[in-house]
């Protein structure tokens, strides 16, 4: 069993739906942290889901607030992804997020 320290960087910068990480097959997830800093003087707000393998949409977080010039840690216990499961993320206005998801990767 191999254990991978990795992280994931997206700038959002346009309201699609994002994909922050993907789980490769063979292999389980902890997410140990995800942050969202917002580089504007105004809030904003950001959406989170989990695909699952069968593209279930899971809601983690719904329009959570990130206020201007802040940072916000989402997780406040790890969050464990199987394989092939991604992590989506959405902001309600371009250009203003970014986002930064520290993991485990067990294969």
Known sequence: MANNYK?????????????????PAATQTVVKSILVSNDSGSSDT??????D?????????????????????LLEQPLVVMENE???????TADRLHVVASYLEIT
């Not at 991604?86 to 309600?92: F, G, P, Q, Y």
């Open 46 to 51: 950001i959406t989170l889901t989990i695909t």
């Open 86 to 92: 991604i992590i989506k993320v959405t902001a309600a």
């Open 7 to 23: 992280n994931s960087k997206v700038d959002l910068t346009t309201t699609n739906v994002t994909t922050l990480y993907t789980a």
């Open 53 to 73: 393998s069968a593209s279930a949409v899971f809601s983690v977080y719904k329009v959570k607030s990130v206020a201007s010039n802040a940072t916000v840690e």
